[in-house]
């Protein structure tokens, strides 16, 4: 089964077109990898797809670069939709799936440009030629994240805290930052969540949860990670919309 699950890139390229994809935060957990058929924000997207817009294909997809026993599959599913307002179709999915908070969703919408998936593949290719060399730490941007200002620095263990992330803000205005946990219930645990909006801590909480398996692994086990493993993650990290 894992061989034919297609990765988000390589669909939205197959596609030619941004493609929209579903999650469900709740089978990114470590231990929740029995969840996925029975999985009730899943099965219930799948009903309402099925008795409200039929005539749409879905396709099972992964956000990983490979799908094995030790990166299986998460449920992910692509909809092969516009993207675009004036769609009704894709209207009609936003209104049933971008209500509430996000914090609080169980299942989350997160696209895929043409451009952001033709660039990972380019990279991908490149990383491949490159050396091995120790990768501890990266900061990413909102190309990547989706939120809306500052950056969000990921890395493995330190010192004796336990598994987080931080946003970072403009850093012209002093030390502008403070600490989420990696967890499928983020919180701020370090610093002022005050220094940005509410908005952009809902994404950066809401990022946090749909790459919690990643974050969380790259925590414990990056540093043993060689440079093209860890590449390979960051590029499969899913970006909210």
């Not at 950056?151 to 010192?159: D, N, P, Q």
Request: include cysteine.
């Amino acid at each position: 089964m894992y061989a034919i699950i297609k990765n988000i890139e390589s669909l939205a390229i197959e596609r030619g077109q941004d493609t929209l994809f579903i999650g469900f935060p709740e089978i990114y957990k470590l231990d929740n990898l029995k969840l996925l058929e029975g999985n009730e924000a899943r099965n219930g997207f799948l009903h309402f797809m099925n008795a409200n817009l039929p005539h749409l294909k879905l396709e099972f997809c992964t956000c990983s670069y490979a799908v094995t026993k030790e990166t299986p599959y998460f449920g992910d599913i692509a909809i092969h939709v516009e993207t675009d307002m004036k769609n009704t179709d894709y209207k009609k999915i936003l209104d049933k799936y971008e209500n509430g908070d996000l914090a609080d969703r169980k299942a989350v919408l997160y696209i895929t440009s043409l451009d952001q998936a033709k660039e990972s593949k380019i990279q991908e290719e490149r990383m491949l030629k490159e050396e091995n060399f120790e990768v501890d730490h990266a900061n990413l941007g909102t190309g990547k994240t989706g939120i809306l200002s500052g950056f969000i620095y990921i890395s493995t263990l330190e010192g004796n805290y336990g598994p987080r992330i931080k946003y970072k803000g403009n850093l012209r205005f002093g030390n502008t930052w403070f600490s989420v946990s990696i967890s499928n219930s983020p919180e701020v645990i370090e610093g002022n969540p005050n220094i940005t909006r509410g908005e952009n801590l809902k994404k950066i909480f809401e990022f946090v949860k749909l790459n919690y398996r990643a974050l969380n692994n790259f925590w414990d086990n990056g540093i043993y990670m060689p440079d093209k493993e860890v590449r390979l993650m960051i590029k499969s990290l899913k970006k909210p919309i």
